[in-house]
């Protein structure tokens, strides 16, 4: 699959939107002799791990990726690439300690830019949040996935769908059901397959429908996150990367999320973890390098491939693209934000009438292509609804889907996969 992601939230008169790329162009790419990362100018300075840690990701700075750091140890915010960049000149996890974080507001992945070496002997801790029986609170996902669906109190609230490209909607069982990514979650009912085995873009995993409020279980759980870590050293973990969705020993379950580590060499019998527990979908891990790896116990099963050159940390702008241009007469804002309540809405309007969502395509086969708008209210079932090509060639291309937006906080994704 391929296309751009986009979440908003709507509040009976409103709506919010994110905007991120996912994509399934294999690019091919040569090795090369030795490992040099783009970006890595190690102006976060040193990060060295001796205790318990939460790196609060809401704290970068709003630069471009590949600008220095304006406050060491920050790290930036791109919007454009949808992540929270870090520039260490080295990063070492002891023993015994665990680096967690607290999400940015876009909930955007992280990304560790090495120019030396990489030691994790400790833990480090993408786990989408669990679902909280009761809760009104919407499960976290990990920095670059997605959040749980949310609880249903009674008929005139149900429960909501698992938000994110592979976020599901609760059972025809009245059960909930898994979110999905590189497979499908457990009972998946809507929730669809997406990413690549590049991890490019970076992406994490989608959110657990919610229990019908009959079972009172509680909101359905986040996603698992996403890394990349890019060294131009040694990779040495002795410890544990977990990307794992959130787990409530239900059918509620996020997918796992996306592990991505690349470097000259890499050392250790460490674990790399990104799966969905009982019910959610795997996610993906990726291993890039010159040396080394094959000790590394990764779950679930992952691709292991040499360095490529250059070093591909984003999508590149001929590759495939798409976002929402506009919902009703209101622009898609440039940043928009995941929230779904109750802060207000980046777009407001009053309509119960049906209003067209226009979706915008670039460096894609018009005649090969299918676009998706994904709806997801935060109470009651979510949908997938085909767009309709309106104008335009595959340079840039515009699509549209009419609906009526239902009453309350809703999440827009827009997507495009082959026909």
């Known amino acids: 699959m391929y296309g751009n992601q986009l979440v908003s939230r709507w509040s009976g008169t409103a709506g919010s939107v994110i905007h991120?790329?996912?994509?399934?162009?294999?690019?091919?790419?040569?090795?090369?002799?030795?490992?040099?990362?783009?970006?890595a100018d190690g102006s976060d300075?040193?990060?060295?791990?001796?205790?318990?840690?939460?790196?609060?990701?809401?704290?970068?700075?709003?630069?471009?990726?590949?600008?220095?750091?304006?406050?060491?140890?920050?790290g930036v915010y791109d919007a454009t690439k949808w992540a929270v960049v870090f520039k260490y000149s080295s990063l070492n996890i002891a023993n015994g300690?665990?680096?967690?974080?607290?999400?940015?507001?876009?909930?955007?992945?992280?990304v560790w830019l090495v120019n030396g070496n990489v030691t994790i002997a400790g833990t480090v801790n993408l786990n989408g949040a669990?679902?909280?029986?009761?809760?009104?609170?919407?499960?976290?996902?990990?920095?670059?996935?997605?959040?749980?669906?949310?609880?249903?109190?009674?008929?005139?609230?149900?429960?909501?769908?698992?938000?994110?490209?592979?976020?599901?909607?609760?059972?025809?069982?009245?059960?909930?059901?898994?979110?999905?990514?590189?497979?499908?979650?457990?009972?998946a009912n809507i929730g669809r397959l997406y990413g690549n085995t590049l991890i490019v873009p970076l992406i994490g995993g989608s959110g657990?429908?919610?229990?019908?409020?009959?079972?009172?279980?509680?909101?359905?759980?986040?996603?698992?996150?996403?890394?990349?870590?890019?060294?131009?050293?040694?990779?040495?973990?002795?410890?544990t990367i977990t990307a794992n969705g959130g787990n409530a020993n239900e059918s509620?379950?996020?997918?796992?999320?996306?592990?991505?580590?690349?470097?000259?060499?890499?050392a250790g019998s460490g674990r790399l973890s990104a799966l969905g527990n009982d019910s959610g979908g795997e996610g993906r891990i990726r291993l890039e390098t010159l040396s080394g790896g094959a000790d590394l116990q990764l779950t679930p099963l992952s691709v292991i491939e040499p360095a490529s050159d250059p070093v591909i940390i984003w999508l590149p702008e001929t590759g495939p693209q798409c976002r929402i241009v506009s919902i009703g007469s209101n622009a898609a804002p440039a940043d928009p934000r995941s929230e779904l309540g109750p802060l207000p809405?980046?777009?407001?309007?009053?309509?119960?009438?049906?209003?067209?969502?226009?979706?915008?395509?670039?460096?894609?086969?018009?005649?090969?292509?299918?676009?998706?708008?994904?709806?997801r209210p935060r109470h009651g079932s979510g949908s997938n609804l085909d767009a309709s090509y309106t104008s335009g060639d595959n340079n840039t291309a515009l699509w549209t889907v009419e609906l009526t937006i239902p009453q309350g906080y809703t999440a827009f994704q827009a997507r495009v996969d082959p026909k």
Do not use: M
């Open 20 to 39: 991120l790329i996912l994509v399934a162009a294999l690019i091919s790419v040569p090795a090369r002799a030795d490992i040099v990362i783009p970006g």
């Open 45 to 74: 300075g040193a990060l060295n791990v001796t205790a318990n840690t939460t790196i609060d990701l809401s704290e970068a700075v709003s630069a471009n990726w590949d600008t220095p750091s304006p406050q060491p140890g920050k």
């Open 97 to 110: 300690t665990t680096v967690s974080f607290k999400n940015h507001g876009s909930r955007a992945p992280v």
């Open 130 to 187: 669990n679902g909280i029986q009761g809760s009104t609170v919407l499960a976290e996902p990990g920095p670059g996935g997605f959040r749980g669906g949310a609880h249903g109190s009674s008929l005139a609230t149900a429960g909501g769908p698992g938000f994110g490209p592979g976020g599901s909607n609760p059972h025809s069982d009245a059960r909930g059901s898994g979110g999905s990514y590189a497979t499908l979650g457990k009972t």
């Open 208 to 239: 657990g429908s919610d229990q019908p409020y009959i079972y009172d279980i509680g909101n359905g759980c986040g996603g698992g996150g996403a890394i990349l870590i890019a060294a131009s050293g040694t990779i040495s973990l002795t410890g």
């Open 252 to 266: 509620t379950d996020g997918s796992g999320g996306a592990i991505r580590l690349v470097a000259t060499a890499l």
């Open 345 to 375: 809405a980046d777009i407001r309007f009053y309509s119960a009438a049906p209003v067209p969502v226009v979706i915008e395509t670039k460096n894609v086969d018009t005649s090969a292509a299918k676009v998706t708008l994904l709806v």
